[in-house]
């Protein structure tokens, strides 16, 4: 019986304190507890979640070239996959009987004849795992924090601005001279009070004016034109997830300026304003017409919410449909989202040993990002002594010195964002939870804010066709409503 097993940690620190040597001896005795043949071995230092993961390629082309049953043996579901884009992969192999999957942790066996309870289970796992990785995205998060901090932008730059590389490869942004005098023009236009959005964007057009994505240059659209006028990236600030930051591009709109054109804005959309307040729609920025993939809008008449789509170039206006119309066949699905009782206890079980491994993850991560932060302390307690005894200049200590407290500040950034994660964690399993024991119970109380939430958490791809609402089951939900239907959740 062939077997493979898979050892895998996240950074160099790990292999360096044996961490993936511990993972082997352990996985490597499972094997032989199983009977299992001396395994292959691959080891993985690198993100599960950023690049090729070549490693895991070459596990899985070893795999397939055996022309029989393998045994692949992993610590845990998250050592294999944080996402769910391997899934379909490693399902096909099962189902051609190719692999067989052993989790040590999660205590789960998955083969061909898997039943619905431990592919539910093994989603479940990927999805907690999904979620964790995501929100403790330090090496990310921590690179753009420093460049925020430092004035520079991480987006693409607003229209009457470019990006470009500089000598040094770095990204950077400029003035794009043929258009900044046109976003100019289009502040003081509006500044005068004489403008609406819609007819300062048909003055844009008529002069050409575009936005840069990639290399396609379309017109400016009208909501564009709206972010244009509120956007204080202008005046010298960007706006980045709610928080300002002064950057150090060159600004091309005078306070003054920008002032007049928001107390115009204001004025203008007041009344509009106070009577969006009025309504809030479940399924706005989610729901798209099937024949032409676009967004459809809501609306409100006599206190009726209806969805359409509005004319776009050959196609016509769709007719209106009633918001309730649509929840209806939302419920229904919800209602199929039903877990047994002696189900749900297991899946508390289950969850259990999830929690247990995030947190051993979470300990040997944070005990690492200490150690180095205890060095960098050492470190500038001996530049200081180095200073002292004039051994280095001023300016050399200054130098190393903020180098050595900027890597302190992303260090602390790292232990925040695992907090941060560790709520998001624990928000997602009791969503998960309430979902197997109330799903329809509570979307149907929900408010329409909470209701959009509950949908973009089980459902995908929504669409729709005249009245008939399309859509994709998010996993695991995909399998808990197959199995509901079926009450099979332990045989095939």
Not at 395 to 407: H, P, V
Not at 460 to 484: C, M, T, W
Request: hydrophobic letters at 35%; proline letters at 2%.
């Amino acid at each position: 019986m062939k077997a493979v097993i898979l050892v895998r940690v996240s950074s160099k620190e790990q292999e360096d304190n044996h961490s993936l040597d511990a993972q082997q001896e352990k996985l490597t005795a499972y094997c032989d507890q199983k009977g299992f043949e001396k395994p292959e071995v691959f080891r993985i230092v690198e993100s599960s979640t950023q690049g090729e993961r070549k490693k895991f390629n070459e596990m899985i082309k070893w795999i397939n070239q055996q022309g029989e049953l393998v045994y692949l043996v992993v610590d845990a579901v998250d050592r294999l996959q944080r996402s769910f884009k391997e899934t379909i992969i490693l399902t096909d192999m099962m189902k051609a009987k190719k692999l067989e999957l052993h989790f040590l942790k999660e205590n789960l066996i998955l083969g061909e004849d898997a039943n619905p309870m431990q592919v539910m289970m093994w989603n479940f796992a990927v999805m907690c795992a999904q979620n964790f990785v995501l929100s403790s995205g330090y090496n990310i998060k921590r690179s753009n924090q420093r460049k925020l901090n430092n004035g520079e932008y991480i987006r693409q730059a607003p229209v009457g601005y470019r990006n470009y590389r500089d000598d040094s490869g770095r990204s950077q942004i400029r003035v794009d001279e043929n258009r900044a005098y046109l976003v100019k023009e289009a502040f003081e236009l509006y500044s005068t009070g004489n403008h609406s959005v819609s007819s300062l964007w048909k003055y844009l057009k008529e002069k050409k004016l575009t936005v840069i994505k990639k290399a396609e240059r379309p017109l400016i659209g009208r909501a564009s034109v709206a972010r244009m006028l509120q956007d204080k990236f202008y005046i010298g600030t960007m706006t980045v997830k709610g928080k300002e930051y002064p950057h150090n591009y060159p600004t091309l709109i005078d306070d003054f300026t920008f002032q007049k054109c928001q107390k115009v804005m204001h004025s203008k959309t007041q009344k509009h304003k106070k009577e969006d307040t009025k309504h809030s729609y479940a399924l706005k920025g989610i729901l798209k017409n099937r024949a032409t993939g676009r967004l459809m809008s809501g609306s409100t008449t006599k206190g009726n919410i209806y969805y359409y789509s509005p004319k776009y170039g050959d196609s016509p206006a769709s007719k209106n449909v009633k918001e309730e119309i649509i929840l209806a066949q939302i419920e229904e699905v919800f209602k199929s989202i039903v877990i047994p009782d002696e189900i749900r206890t297991e899946l508390k079980e289950r969850l259990k040993n999830i929690h247990e491994s995030k947190n051993y993850f979470k300990e040997q991560s944070i005990a690492r990002i200490k150690k180095k932060y205890n060095g960098i302390d050492k470190k500038l307690s001996n530049l200081l002594n180095l200073r002292i005894d004039d051994r280095i200049t001023q300016k050399e200590y200054d130098k190393k010195a903020t180098e050595l407290k900027q890597e302190k500040k992303d260090l602390e950034l790292e232990i925040k964002q695992f907090d941060d994660a560790d709520e998001k964690f624990a928000i997602t399993v009791q969503y998960l939870l309430d979902l197997c024991s109330k799903a329809h119970e509570l979307f149907k109380s929900s408010k329409p804010e909470q209701k959009r939430r509950l949908i973009n958490f089980v459902l995908s791809n929504l669409s729709l066709d005249g009245e008939r609402l399309h859509y994709d089951l998010n996993k695991p939900f995909d399998v808990i409503a197959q199995s509901s239907k079926s009450s099979e959740w332990y045989t095939r």
